[in-house]
């Protein structure tokens, strides 16, 4: 097939550092190449692609201090994939509600993948307006504040195969990967990991809305056994994680996905999240991870993370999350859109 991936222009595809988004897009077009598709990836020029890559902007706005209107770029991103629509059989966004208005009128087959929570006030009339365009979920339970959206499927993320895999060396501390927010809970993992006793490593992105909130509630609570280590990229998370007793994921938001967890399982690591979103889609209770309900159960649950094992988690890892089960679920609807 001749297929368009359009990732947003925020981050290189995949991201230097932090990026959920831009990296699940990176390993299903490199999945899609390696079987045998003609794919163009639409991105920010400091992509890394084996697709062709369209550079509608030469390096992702988050990184380029000039860039005070991160619109425009965009408006051209969706311009230059409407002139050239009619070169692919389907055209596959990863930019929300962006495509809506123009690629509902044109010929092209198009999806849209939703990577973001959709609890959100202003998207029902968006919704409600656009009640036939294709979406794709990326969980069950992401779909629950919009159910009128026409979902064509459900695909969770996969990474490739070898991207992660499990380091051997103990295991002695508690990790903490991602964002630094206060829906990510790191102020829970930093409670948690004192209250069982372990060194807590963070390894976070933190983001200029949330630097209040770092410096007045995380930065107080560093330190005696609690690490920040910054962002980390691909390269350093096998080590990062496979040292870990655990990642900790004590979340209070409804989140989408959570990539964090199939890469905690890539490197056989269970996680202890809280039962939010995606949580009990992804994780396998008592098998890749504990779920529980509340920072206390957390605390209380530890005692079962020895009952583990880090060759099953990697092995339910290559059985539910790699990029080429991934690409298989997205190339059957790309076909059932090809039909209609």
């Keep these: 097939m001749r297929i368009a991936q359009i990732a947003p222009l925020h981050e290189a595809v995949p991201p230097k550092l932090y990026g959920g988004t831009e990296r699940v897009v990176s390993f299903l077009t490199d999945e899609l190449v390696a079987m045998g598709h003609d794919v163009t990836l639409f991105a920010s020029g400091d992509s890394v692609t084996k697709a062709n890559l369209d550079a509608v902007w030469p390096r992702a706005l988050r990184l380029d201090p000039a860039i005070r209107d991160p619109i425009a770029p965009h408006m051209l991103l969706m311009e230059r994939v409407a002139r050239l629509a009619d070169q692919f059989d389907v055209l596959h966004f990863h930019m929300d509600y962006w495509p809506f208005t123009y690629f509902s009128r044109q010929k092209t087959p198009f999806v849209t993948t939703m990577h973001g929570r959709l609890d959100l006030m202003e998207l029902q009339p968006v919704f409600d307006a656009f009640p036939d365009v294709p979406i794709v979920s990326i969980s069950n339970n992401q779909r629950q504040p919009l159910p009128q959206a026409n979902y064509v499927g459900t695909v969770l993320h996969g990474l490739p195969e070898k991207l992660l895999t499990p380091q051997s060396g103990p295991r002695d501390y508690l990790a903490f990967l991602g964002r630094i927010c206060p829906e990510k809970g790191v102020d829970k993992a930093i409670r948690i990991a004192r209250a069982v006793g372990l060194p807590l490593k963070i390894a976070a992105k933190i983001d200029r809305v949330d630097a209040e909130y770092f410096e007045k509630e995380i930065v107080p609570m560093l330190g005696e ?35 964090v967890m199939i890469e905690a399982m890539a490197c056989g690591t269970p996680v202890v999240a809280l039962r939010r979103g995606s949580v009990p889609e992804v994780l396998e209770n008592g098998l890749t991870g504990l779920i529980v309900d509340s920072e206390a159960e957390a605390i209380a649950a530890f005692p079962r993370l020895a009952e583990t094992n880090a060759q099953q988690i990697r092995k339910r890892f290559d059985e539910r999350f790699t990029a080429r089960r991934m690409a298989e679920d997205y190339l059957k609807i790309y076909a059932r859109l090809g039909e209609q």
């Design 225 to 259: 056994g609690v690490e920040l280590i910054g962002e980390i990229n691909d390269a350093q998370k096998p080590a990062f994680l496979s040292g870990a007793k655990a990642l900790l994921m004590p979340i209070d938001w409804p989140e989408p996905f959570g990539l």
